[in-house]
């Protein structure tokens, strides 16, 4: 239903283009009934990389849709001169999770030549998409990418920005007229609320005040963050893509390098003691934004913590359990700030919990990867797939549907998958 001639909608009317991070997850569940449209997606996606190597967050490849704001003709890419005049594309990025979707692929089906053909081809686009991030967005070059606006992280509207935020002041005139079109389609209470949409908006022309990639967004940036989750997946593609590369006979030796930078950092700079959890961290206000969050259970599938630590996120996700949530909330369910039905500040994604699932796995701690993969499959039976879910059990009963779009390509990529793995 999703599928457009050559890449596929997160959900219709929503979200009506292509989106840099669902692509990855949605690939996995093409596989399984068609390789090739697999291969396509990520063709597709890669079609909108910028000559600096960033690949966009959303590639608007059908100009015609006119439900989205902000549609291309606001975020002007052609500001850049390296951005292609076609598919238009927004100027900022999300989660680097094509280098693991890859390898993921090519684990399915290790002898099929297209696919290894295709890995090929693609291998060195990603390598590129890395080297942007490395080039443009680590100033003191700590081996941790920075973003500049809080739908990079994909968990657009977590509590972890509103601080970073709240520097922004805007004042009537500061910003050009615009009409967001989201709340017509779903519900406000589970969107952002008007005075966060006008800080996105800032943000995003600040960016292109500097063409989206300029040193300036580094100097001038209220909103400066070394998100955990991101620096997480980066880490898990440059750690997929070289052993792809020793696999395919390709050069390596940059991707190594990064790899070692960005361990070593992530692990001094995000950890928190009193939290026994990973967190982002606040360059501009130089501290670590000091909550519990579901990016921070992400470094898990990266492969990033001693024993010990993996089991401290191990234990918090078993108490979630023990207390009668889904895992997993993304948002730290005693928090003030904890909203069970709003978007990023608490409800289950079932690709995150994809992605988490594999994580406990890898570190031997089967039960907790069962109980995730058990929740996802019972809040998807219960309701459809959908965007995001209830994580509180008692209040789901209660409820008839769960949250956000319907229909939702990367939840039920993330199923099929998991489906497949016992
Ligand atoms: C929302 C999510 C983002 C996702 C997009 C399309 O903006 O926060 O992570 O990529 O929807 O599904």
């Known amino acids: 239903m999703n599928w457009r001639d050559g890449f596929t909608i997160p959900t219709s009317n929503l979200y009506p283009f292509q989106w840099n991070w669902d692509s990855g997850f949605i690939a996995l569940g093409h596989y399984y009934a068609n390789p090739a449209h697999a291969m396509r997606e990520l063709d597709s996606l890669f079609s909108g990389q910028w000559e600096n190597g960033l690949v966009p967050h959303i590639i608007f490849h059908s100009e015609h849709e006119e439900t989205y704001f902000p549609n291309f003709d606001f975020w002007h890419s052609n500001v850049n001169p390296g951005a292609p005049a076609r598919p238009k594309s927004s100027g900022i990025t999300q989660p680097a999770v094509h280098g693991f979707i890859l390898e993921n692929l090519l684990d399915k089906s290790p002898d099929d030549q297209d696919l290894l053909a295709f890995a090929k081809s693609l291998f060195p686009k990603i390598v590129n998409y890395h080297r942007f991030l490395y080039d443009y967005r680590d100033p003191h070059k700590e081996g941790l990418m920075f973003i500049f606006h809080p739908w990079e992280s994909g968990r657009d509207n977590s509590p972890l920005w509103d601080e970073s935020l709240e520097r922004i002041q805007i004042k009537p005139g500061d910003l050009p007229a615009y009409q967001r079109l989201d709340t017509n389609i779903a519900d406000p209470a589970e969107r952002p609320t008007a005075e966060q949409y006008d800080r996105y908006v800032y943000l995003l022309l600040m960016g292109q005040r500097h063409r989206y990639d300029g ?14 989750m991101m620096n997480a997946i980066l880490i898990k593609s440059n750690e997929s893509l070289i052993r792809l590369g020793k696999r395919l006979k390709l050069d390596t030796a940059e991707l190594e390098e990064w790899q070692a930078q960005s361990m070593k ?158």
């Open 215 to 228: 040193p300036g967004i580094a100097e001038e940036s209220p909103f400066l963050v070394q998100d955990d």
């Open 265 to 422: 950092s992530f692990k001094e700079k995000f950890w928190n003691d009193d939290l026994q959890m990973y967190t982002s961290y606040d360059l501009r206000g130089e501290k670590q934004i000091a909550m519990k969050e579901i990016g921070g259970i992400i470094p898990l599938y990266a492969g990033i913590p001693s024993q010990e630590k993996a089991a401290a996120l191990n234990n918090h996700l078993q108490e979630l359990h023990a207390s009668g949530y889904y895992l997993c909330p993304s948002f730290d369910v005693q928090s003030p700030a904890f909203d069970s039905c709003r978007y990023w500040r608490g409800p289950v994604w079932p690709h995150m919990n994809w992605m988490i699932y594999h994580g406990l796995k890898q570190y031997g701690f089967q039960d907790t990867a069962q109980i995730v993969k058990a929740d996802t499959f019972e809040i998807v039976d219960k309701y459809g797939f959908f965007e995001y879910y209830e994580p509180e059990k008692g209040l789901a009963q209660s409820l008839k549907k769960a949250y956000g779009g319907a229909n939702f390509s990367w939840t039920a990529s993330s199923v099929i998958d998991l489906i497949h793995n016992p």
